[in-house]
């Protein structure tokens, strides 16, 4: 199974990243006095593919195998239950993230709107970390007992 060797590792790294993408752009709006549009959806742009990367490996490849195996092991159908309810959770959470960077996807956008971008700007960021937490300290702990 070396397609999952480390994969919570390499998950919890992309996790890292993402958060340190987001650092920059609250860097650019909270120490600029004139945060510029141009800088920030750099910044938001390299999120983006940093999270589609990270959403793939976690939706398609983690979580569809912790299934698997749990599935494998057939003594316990709640846990699929309850996975499958972290799942739903968690799809809802990435919707509200890609709907925001829809619509902040360009540096004329995000000019044009700088006091709505800053005031949603941060409850996405918490919004992102409450699910970084849950997904490290709970749902990533379900890995091992399927080993
Ligand atoms: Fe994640």
Redesign the pocket.
């Known amino acids: 199974m070396e397609k999952f060797e480390n994969i919570i590792l390499i998950?919890i790294g992309?996790?890292r990243i993402l958060q340190e993408d987001l650092g920059l752009v609250a860097m650019e709006i909270t120490t600029n006095k004139d945060p510029r549009g141009a800088e920030i959806v750099k910044y938001l742009d390299k999120f983006k593919k940093d999270l589609m990367e990270?959403l793939h490996l976690?939706n398609d490849v983690f979580y569809v195998e912790l299934i698997r195996r749990i599935k494998a092991k057939n003594e316990d159908l709640d846990s699929v239950d309850i996975i499958e309810g972290f799942i739903t959770e968690?799809e809802k959470i990435g919707d509200v993230v890609v709907a925001f960077l829809e619509k902040y996807k360009t540096a004329e956008n995000i000019d044009n709107a700088m006091e709505d971008f800053k005031t949603e700007f941060f409850p996405i960021v918490k919004t992102l970390n409450t699910?970084?937490q849950f997904?490290e300290g709970h749902v990533y702990t379900y890995w091992d007992l399927y080993e």
Do not use: K, Y
Request: proline share 0%; no cysteine.
């Open positions: 998950m992309q996790h990270h976690e968690m699910r970084i997904e």
